[in-house]
């Protein structure tokens, strides 16, 4: 062993070893400087265990992803020292990382390694269509899995494009080769004929604007070029060039071996390559759609992967069905106690108005004749029926009601459910971040000991919880004292109660469950780099980091929409403003427009040219035009399909679903094609996401064909609503609806002015609508840009207007009572200011709430962005029942601020709320549209499989997003004869509307001809 070797001199050597890359040792020389200054002239035989672990611990301020790296360059470069004979063994060898504190916001991440969706690949296809270069480089990182570094150092004689390889200098000088797909091919050549300077060896080349010096294509250059792309479309924001590597290798695990995805990769070590070796949910999916014996077709590596994949996501999916049917249960007893009550006292129930005055009649007769019955003196001033009803009355509202509805829930619980609930809690593991919420877990586990007792009441030695747990008012009831003052538990009275608590909070996500996903840690849901990451999260968001520049933006803007209310007010003839009641805003409502006749007439010559189209034919018309199906891929390693049968059957399969007629129904209609041929190709090629993208393409297509003379320029707005669709009910997800009545789904829909449904979302009746809302703005993978969205007052609340805020979108809802709406005061100290407004004006805002959750609010925001949860999983920490939670509060102080601006707006321009009405009726025309498409069993969705449901939706979509596909084709034609287009006028084009279907024909018989077209000219 050498001897006297300081630890710089062994550092030195170590950041000099060959092989070693600038940008590596550039990060290793930042990490080992606080080392060096240390100890960096000691001797490194002397640095024992001890002194590296205080080292260590020192650096507890990083976060521990950071002294994790710290930890991990420190033991390569003690094992160099071991290498180079400077010392026998590492001294911190085998030493454990730091693991995540909970106190500080750290917790593991479940999410893999940052990759690219197949949604967000199409969109970044489409955005570097035009540029040859970029789009090459894009395609070849994408299918070859290549360094950035590594393509940009190749030269035009490493590729041998007949063979469609080229061969690469990795790490460590490693040679390989990497080989490309077709597609990437046809790019590659075209960049080479048209676009690559040929006065250099460089493969990808650049020319300076100003000498026009040809050279190869630097790193940084590629990089702006990048970012100017991809800030243009918010699904891109914070997608990385070298997130192609890893999308490259994450479509490939399971496919291929690890081995030879580490060789395809470059990787020294194998454990580099199995980071990829990721669970997802299209893993879960393609073993799902796989029968067994297909499964065992399959090598091991890809068996035990798709399999593996499928049992974690379903447990996943169970668990948080069982915690979905806990909540319905607890839900369930309580309702129908609360059902069967009010209908025994309905019939008697007699409210008894003016109680104040028959007290003091009552008292001053007593007072008079205080010797008297109260059959002389009491009944002749209060009727004995009045008094009757006064009973009645306090029995239907105070204890005596609680307490009857208590008694049937009881009953109900402790003969039925009883035997169920304790089975699905003791499957279910509890937990919660909030030491308030403590009591509620040490009750459920309370219930989980005693679950297979059959005492009455509970042991006396036996601590139970009460505080945090039972209501305020129930504890008389649920708690028993015995003759000795002895205070008694009844356990189904107290079972009951826990239930009740465990249920509200369990919606909240205030208490939630280990190995769930819906209902997983909340804390998982929201970025953990994001106090290191804090700068650009604002900036993608684009807010300010500094809380003060917010708040003033948002005073200032108060200010000006309350002063420009205030003075329009008295001109204002269509708002009144009163100054008592409940009801102090007054607005005149629309008056109705008549359809223009000119419309009329263009409707009549379609149906002419066009009369009885089959919807199966405009369906094969767009995909003929469009091709979408291309999108369509099977889960098999393998299929023999020609592309002629497999489009065909793929079609039928569409029309089948979006039509609601079946598979069966189509497969006796057309020849040589049976049920089981069409159900193979349902089951490996119609996919969620495939379905998705199909749509995307679909409304591209349309934005692209649209001609603006006639449709207008581009719209950034959109609205969005629900319909209730009747469904099979032996499933979670069909609920009865409170509003419509019956048992349904609902679809949740998000259509731009020009009735192009850009997303669709299938919900429970009772989930939120504003998370759909936002779910919808997110998500959508088509080239619009959305920056306002118009919502009827279910698709709102304070929340919604705090995150579309934050987010970036403008929230317009038509409020159903805009009579009872308040303004709030951007400042306090000045009562005086906007004298007309004094009526409907309320508090000031409380600032200091956002001052102190801002970075809070705008983690949630993060998290919603990025898609980290569901959308939903995330807002139900934001509901009535969380009341206390400090963000809640800032984000519902935020959202009173942003609702005043909207309001004043609002009441201030009747243009504005003209706009929104014509944008909810878009929708709700889209909505009426969907019966005449949709009309198979009754329009009702004939399944209890949730995917199926979610297939049969999308389907829907894609049909009728293909009827506006090809009436606007069908429009254009018609008008684009002159004398047709002499005839619109400026009321025609307002109200044209693609989604007509007087002239389609959804039923009679199904043919399919691919060689028949529909004799459309244009587009």
Same mark, same amino acid.
């Given at each position: 062993?050498?001897?006297?070797?300081?630890?710089?001199?062994?550092?030195?050597?170590?950041?000099?070893?060959?092989?070693?890359?600038?940008?590596?040792?550039?990060?290793?020389?930042?990490?080992?400087?606080?080392?060096?200054?240390? !100890? #960096?002239?000691?001797?490194?035989?002397?640095?024992?265990?001890?002194?590296?672990?205080?080292?260590?611990?020192?650096?507890?301020?990083?976060?521990?992803?950071?002294?994790?790296?710290?930890?991990?360059?420190?033991?390569?470069?003690?094992?160099?020292?071991?290498?180079?004979?400077?010392?026998?063994?590492?001294?911190?060898?085998?030493?454990?990382?730091? &693991?995540?504190?909970?106190?500080?916001? +750290?917790?593991?991440?479940?999410?893999?390694?940052?990759?690219?969706?197949?949604?967000?690949?199409?969109?970044?296809?489409?955005?570097?269509?035009?540029?040859?270069?970029?789009?090459?480089?894009?395609?070849?990182?994408?299918?070859?899995?290549?360094?950035?570094?590594?393509?940009?150092?190749?030269?035009?004689?490493?590729?041998?494009?007949?063979?469609?390889?080229?061969?690469?200098?990795?790490?460590?000088?490693?040679?390989? %080769?990497?080989?490309?797909?077709?597609?990437?091919?046809?790019?590659?050549?075209?960049?080479?004929?048209?676009?690559?300077?040929?006065?250099?060896?460089?493969?990808?080349?650049?020319?300076?604007?100003?000498?026009?010096?040809?050279?190869?294509?630097?790193?940084?250059?590629?990089?702006?070029?990048?970012?100017?792309?991809?800030?243009?479309?918010?699904?891109?924001?914070?997608?990385?060039?070298?997130?192609?590597?890893?999308?490259?290798?994450?479509?490939?695990?399971?496919?291929?071996?690890?081995?030879? &995805?580490?060789?395809?990769?470059?990787?020294?070590?194998?454990?580099?390559?199995?980071?990829?070796?990721?669970?997802?949910?299209?893993?879960?999916?393609?073993?799902?759609?796989?029968?067994?014996?297909?499964?065992?077709?399959?090598?091991?590596?890809?068996?035990?992967?798709?399999?593996?994949?499928?049992?974690?996501?379903?447990?996943?999916?169970?668990?948080?069905?069982?915690?979905?049917? &806990? *909540?319905? *249960?607890?839900?369930?007893?309580?309702?129908?106690?609360?059902?069967?009550?009010?209908?025994?006292?309905?019939?008697?129930?007699?409210?008894?108005?003016?109680?104040?005055?028959?007290?003091?009649?009552?008292?001053?007769?007593?007072?008079?004749?205080?010797?008297?019955?109260?059959?002389?003196?009491?009944?002749?001033?209060?009727?004995?029926?009045?008094?009757?009803?006064?009973?009645?009355?306090?029995?239907?509202?105070?204890?005596? !009601?609680?307490?009857?509805?208590?008694?049937?829930?009881?009953?109900?619980? #402790?003969?039925?459910?009883?035997?169920?609930?304790?089975?699905?809690?003791?499957? $279910?593991?509890?937990?919660?971040?909030?030491?308030?919420?403590?009591?509620?877990?040490?009750?459920?586990?309370?219930?989980?000991?005693?679950?297979?007792?059959? =005492?009455?009441?509970?042991?006396?030695?036996?601590?139970?919880?009460?505080?945090?747990?039972?209501?305020?008012?129930?504890?008389?009831?649920?708690?028993?004292?015995?003759?000795?003052?002895? *205070?008694?538990?009844?356990?189904?009275?107290?079972?009951?109660?826990?239930?009740?608590?465990?249920?509200?909070?369990?919606?909240?996500?205030?208490? %939630?469950?280990?190995?769930?996903?819906?209902?997983?840690?909340?804390?998982?849901?929201?970025?953990?780099?994001? +106090?290191?990451?804090?700068?650009?999260?604002?900036?993608?968001?684009?807010?300010?980091?500094?809380?003060?520049?917010?708040?003033?933006?948002?005073?200032?803007?108060?200010?000006?929409?309350?002063?420009?209310?205030?003075?329009?007010?008295?001109?204002?003839?269509?708002?009144?403003?009163?100054?008592?009641?409940?009801?102090?805003?007054?607005?005149?409502?629309?008056?109705?427009?008549?359809?223009?006749?000119?419309?009329?007439?263009?409707?009549?010559? *379609?149906?002419?040219?066009?009369?009885?189209?089959?919807?199966?034919?405009?369906?094969?018309?767009?995909?003929?035009?469009?091709?979408?199906?291309?999108?369509?891929?099977?889960?098999?390693?393998?299929?023999?399909?020609?592309?002629?049968?497999?489009?065909?059957?793929?079609?039928?399969?569409?029309?089948?679903?979006?039509?609601?007629?079946?598979?069966?129904?189509?497969?006796?209609?057309?020849?040589?094609?049976?049920?089981?041929?069409?159900?193979?190709?349902?089951?490996?090629?119609? =996919?969620?996401?495939?379905?998705?993208?199909?749509?995307?393409?679909?409304?591209?297509?349309?934005?692209?064909?649209?001609?603006?003379?006639? %449709?207008?320029?581009?719209?950034?707005?959109?609205?969005?609503?629900?319909?209730?669709?009747?469904?099979?009910?032996?499933?979670?997800?069909?609920?009865?609806?409170?509003?419509?009545?019956?048992?349904?789904?609902?679809?949740?829909?998000?259509?731009?002015?020009?009735?192009?449904?850009?997303?669709?979302?299938?919900?429970?009746?009772?989930?939120?609508?504003?998370?759909?809302?936002?779910?919808?703005?997110?998500?959508?993978?088509?080239?619009?840009?959305?920056?306002?969205?118009?919502?009827?007052?279910?698709?709102?609340?304070?929340?919604?207007?705090?995150?579309?805020?934050?987010?970036?979108?403008?929230?317009?809802?038509?409020?159903?009572?805009?009579?009872?709406?308040?303004?709030?005061?951007?400042?306090?100290?000045?009562?005086?200011?906007?004298?007309?407004?004094?009526?409907?004006?309320?508090?000031?805002?409380?600032?200091?709430?956002?001052?102190?959750?801002?970075?809070?609010?705008?983690?949630?925001?993060?998290?919603?962005? $990025?898609?980290?949860?569901?959308?939903?999983?995330?807002?139900?920490?934001?509901?009535?029942?969380?009341?206390?939670?400090?963000?809640?509060?800032?984000?519902?102080?935020?959202?009173?601020?942003?609702?005043?601006?909207? &309001?004043?707006?609002?009441?201030?321009?009747?243009?504005?709320?003209?706009?929104?009405?014509?944008?909810?009726?878009?929708?709700?025309?889209?909505?009426?549209?969907?019966?005449?498409?949709?009309?198979?069993?009754? #329009?009702?969705?004939?399944?209890?499989? $949730?995917?199926?449901?979610?297939?049969?939706?999308?389907? $829907?979509?894609?049909?009728?997003?293909?009827?506006?596909?090809?009436?606007?084709?069908?429009?254009?034609?018609?008008?684009?004869?002159? =004398?047709?287009?002499?005839?619109?006028?400026?009321?025609?084009?307002?109200?044209?509307?693609?989604?007509?279907?007087?002239?389609?024909?959804?039923?009679?018989?199904?043919?399919?001809?691919?060689?028949?077209?529909?004799?459309?000219?244009?587009?």
């Amino acid at each position: 062993m050498k001897s006297g070797v300081t630890l710089a001199t062994v550092t030195t050597e170590f950041l000099e070893r060959p092989g070693l890359a600038p940008s590596t040792r550039e990060t290793y020389e930042l990490t080992l400087g606080l080392l060096l200054q240390n !100890y #960096g002239s000691w001797s490194i035989g002397i640095i024992s265990k001890q002194t590296l672990v205080e080292y260590l611990n020192n650096l507890s301020h990083l976060k521990y992803t950071t002294h994790q790296k710290h930890q991990a360059i420190l033991q390569s470069l003690l094992n160099f020292a071991v290498e180079q004979g400077y010392i026998k063994s590492n001294p911190i060898r085998g030493l454990k990382q730091r &693991l995540p504190e909970r106190e500080k916001g +750290e917790h593991k991440s479940d999410s893999a390694i940052r990759y690219l969706t197949q949604s967000q690949l199409n969109i970044l296809y489409a955005a570097v269509e035009n540029d040859l270069r970029l789009s090459a480089i894009v395609h070849l990182l994408h299918r070859t899995g290549c360094r950035i570094g590594e393509i940009l150092a190749l030269n035009i004689d490493s590729v041998d494009i007949n063979k469609q390889k080229f061969q690469v200098l990795g790490k460590g000088n490693k040679e390989r %080769w990497c080989y490309y797909s077709d597609d990437a091919a046809k790019v590659l050549a075209k960049y080479l004929k048209y676009s690559r300077h040929q006065n250099t060896n460089a493969l990808f080349t650049a020319q300076h604007p100003v000498t026009l010096k040809v050279s190869r294509i630097s790193y940084h250059t590629l990089h702006d070029y990048w970012r100017e792309i991809t800030n243009k479309y918010p699904q891109l924001q914070l997608c990385r060039i070298h997130d192609l590597r890893h999308t490259f290798a994450t479509e490939r695990v399971g496919l291929i071996s690890i081995e030879e &995805l580490c060789s395809l990769m470059g990787h020294e070590s194998i454990q580099t390559t199995l980071r990829y070796a990721k669970v997802t949910s299209q893993k879960s999916e393609s073993a799902a759609r796989h029968a067994s014996r297909d499964l065992r077709r399959h090598p091991e590596p890809i068996r035990y992967t798709l399999f593996t994949a499928f049992c974690w996501l379903r447990s996943q999916e169970v668990i948080d069905n069982l915690v979905e049917l &806990l *909540i319905q *249960i607890v839900h369930r007893i309580g309702a129908n106690a609360e059902k069967r009550v009010d209908k025994e006292l309905i019939q008697d129930f007699k409210r008894v108005h003016g109680k104040n005055n028959l007290l003091y009649q009552m008292a001053e007769a007593s007072l008079k004749t205080p010797d008297g019955t109260i059959k002389d003196v009491i009944f002749p001033v209060v009727s004995e029926v009045t008094l009757k009803n006064l009973v009645k009355e306090y029995k239907s509202t105070g204890n005596a !009601y609680r307490e009857k509805v208590y008694t049937v829930m009881r009953s109900s619980y #402790g003969g039925y459910y009883r035997r169920i609930l304790p089975l699905i809690l003791n499957k $279910l593991e509890f937990r919660s971040n909030n030491e308030v919420h403590r009591p509620v877990i040490q009750a459920i586990s309370i219930l989980k000991k005693y679950a297979d007792s059959k =005492q009455r009441y509970y042991d006396a030695g036996e601590d139970i919880p009460i505080d945090g747990v039972l209501r305020s008012g129930w504890q008389e009831i649920i708690l028993e004292t015995e003759a000795d003052d002895e *205070i008694k538990v009844n356990r189904i009275n107290y079972e009951l109660s826990v239930l009740q608590a465990l249920r509200e909070k369990l919606r909240c996500k205030e208490i %939630w469950v280990v190995g769930a996903n819906r209902y997983r840690n909340p804390e998982e849901d929201l970025p953990a780099d994001f +106090e290191a990451q804090r700068l650009e999260y604002f900036q993608a968001l684009k807010q300010p980091s500094d809380v003060e520049v917010f708040i003033a933006n948002l005073q200032k803007q108060m200010d000006e929409a309350l002063t420009l209310l205030s003075k329009g007010i008295p001109k204002n003839k269509l708002v009144t403003l009163k100054n008592t009641g409940k009801s102090r805003i007054c607005v005149s409502p629309l008056n109705p427009q008549n359809e223009p006749a000119n419309l009329t007439r263009l409707k009549s010559e *379609i149906t002419r040219r066009w009369r009885m189209t089959s919807l199966l034919d405009i369906l094969k018309e767009t995909d003929l035009r469009v091709n979408f199906s291309h999108h369509f891929r099977s889960v098999s390693s393998r299929e023999v399909l020609g592309d002629y049968t497999l489009q065909k059957r793929l079609l039928l399969c569409l029309y089948g679903l979006g039509t609601n007629t079946g598979l069966k129904r189509l497969s006796d209609e057309i020849k040589g094609d049976n049920y089981q041929d069409l159900l193979h190709v349902k089951r490996h090629f119609i =996919q969620k996401e495939q379905l998705r993208n199909a749509i995307a393409c679909v409304a591209n297509a349309i934005f692209t064909a649209r001609i603006p003379t006639i %449709w207008g320029e581009g719209t950034t707005a959109c609205a969005s609503d629900s319909k209730k669709f009747g469904a099979w009910d032996q499933n979670l997800m069909t609920e009865w609806h409170i509003r419509y009545g019956g048992r349904g789904v609902m679809i949740y829909w998000h259509v731009e002015k020009n009735s192009v449904c850009i997303y669709s979302q299938l919900k429970t009746c009772s989930s939120s609508e504003v998370a759909a809302m936002i779910e919808g703005l997110l998500r959508h993978c088509t080239q619009m840009k959305v920056e306002t969205n118009y919502v009827d007052s279910h698709g709102q609340n304070e929340v919604a207007f705090a995150f579309c805020h934050l987010l970036g979108f403008q929230l317009m809802p038509r409020l159903k009572r805009i009579n009872v709406q308040k303004l709030y005061r951007p400042s306090t100290g000045n009562n005086d200011a906007y004298p007309n407004l004094q009526p409907i004006l309320t508090r000031a805002i409380n600032w200091d709430l956002i001052r102190q959750q801002y970075d809070q609010m705008v983690k949630y925001a993060t998290a919603l962005r $990025l898609g980290m949860a569901e959308t939903e999983a995330i807002l139900k920490r934001f509901t009535r029942g969380n009341l206390l939670h400090p963000t809640y509060q800032a984000l519902s102080e935020l959202g009173k601020a942003v609702k005043t601006i909207f &309001l004043c707006k609002y009441l201030h321009s009747v243009e504005l709320r003209q706009e929104i009405n014509a944008g909810l009726n878009v929708v709700e025309n889209w909505n009426s549209a969907n019966s005449f498409i949709f009309y198979g069993k009754g #329009g009702e969705i004939a399944t209890n499989r $949730l995917s199926d449901q979610e297939l049969a939706v999308l389907s $829907l979509h894609l049909l009728q997003i293909s009827l506006v596909y090809i009436n606007t084709l069908m429009i254009q034609e018609v008008l684009s004869q002159p =004398q047709w287009m002499r005839l619109m006028k400026l009321e025609d084009l307002r109200a044209l509307s693609p989604l007509i279907w007087g002239h389609v024909n959804p039923y009679g018989t199904f043919r399919l001809d691919l060689n028949v077209r529909l004799p459309i000219e244009t587009g």
